[in-house]
């Protein structure tokens, strides 16, 4: 070392990030106006759509698209921690309700992938749930007609008392979080989302076609 300095410890070498150049202003709580724009008021959510477009392009078509995907991004989180908060002290949880809801009234014997699919969950994630409720005698597990190879689902009488109590919660909650809209607002809001969902569903299935044949293309 120049001028016979010893070497600094790493304790004396100050790492990590330097000190604020100026005091944290004290955060707000975020209204829900914030949250359904991204973490930010309306007013600041433009002006951050704004910039955005400055300096990282894009085009301002593309903002109501923005808008309405975090609107619904937003707004299924929120209902999902909320109907679970509501039906927690049943012992039960949404992706539960879920699935003994789709056991008891699909008409088809579902087995646990194409179960795990329509929740939306990964497999084994799927598997202890589904035995988790066959242990409380809310589904039976048994093999297909089919297929003895496929364990497929069937409700019991418990399971259904238990769909209807829950149900009972959340369309008490449903009436809560809606009765201010309008019906008929409710219906187009509807078609819009059933649209919506529709097109999500062929994209998705277009994507694992594609997978599919990729896979097979480097196989040959």
Do not use: C
């Not at 209902?79 to 088809?108: C, F, H």
């Not at 242990?135 to 093999?143: A, D, F, K, N, P």
């Amino acid at each position: 070392m120049a001028g016979g300095e010893r070497p600094k410890t790493r304790i004396q070498q100050k790492r990590g990030p330097k000190p604020a150049d100026r005091p944290a202003r004290a955060r707000q709580p975020r209204s829900l106006e914030g949250l359904m724009y991204g973490g930010f008021s309306f007013d600041l959510s433009e002006k951050h759509l704004r910039n955005y477009h400055r300096f990282g392009g894009g085009a301002e078509d593309d903002d109501e698209y923005f808008r309405i995907t975090r609107a619904l991004v937003v707004a299924a989180r929120r209902w999902r921690k909320l109907a679970n908060d509501r039906i927690k002290p049943l012992g039960q949880t949404m992706a539960r309700w879920e699935t003994l809801y789709l056991v008891a009234y699909s008409e088809e014997e579902l087995n646990q992938t194409e179960l795990a699919r329509l929740i939306g969950v990964e497999g084994p994630t799927m598997i202890r749930m589904l035995d988790s409720l066959a242990r409380e005698g809310l589904i039976e597990r048994q093999q297909s007609h089919h297929d003895l190879r496929v364990t497929i689902n069937r409700i019991t009488d418990q399971g259904r008392q238990v769909i209807t109590e829950i149900m009972g919660v959340t369309n008490a909650l449903r009436r809560e979080v809606l009765e201010g809209v309008d019906l008929e607002e409710l219906k187009i809001a509807n078609r819009v989302l059933s649209g919506i969902l529709r097109r999500l569903e062929q994209l998705t299935s277009e994507g694992a076609a594609r997978k599919i044949e990729e896979r097979a293309r480097a196989s040959e």
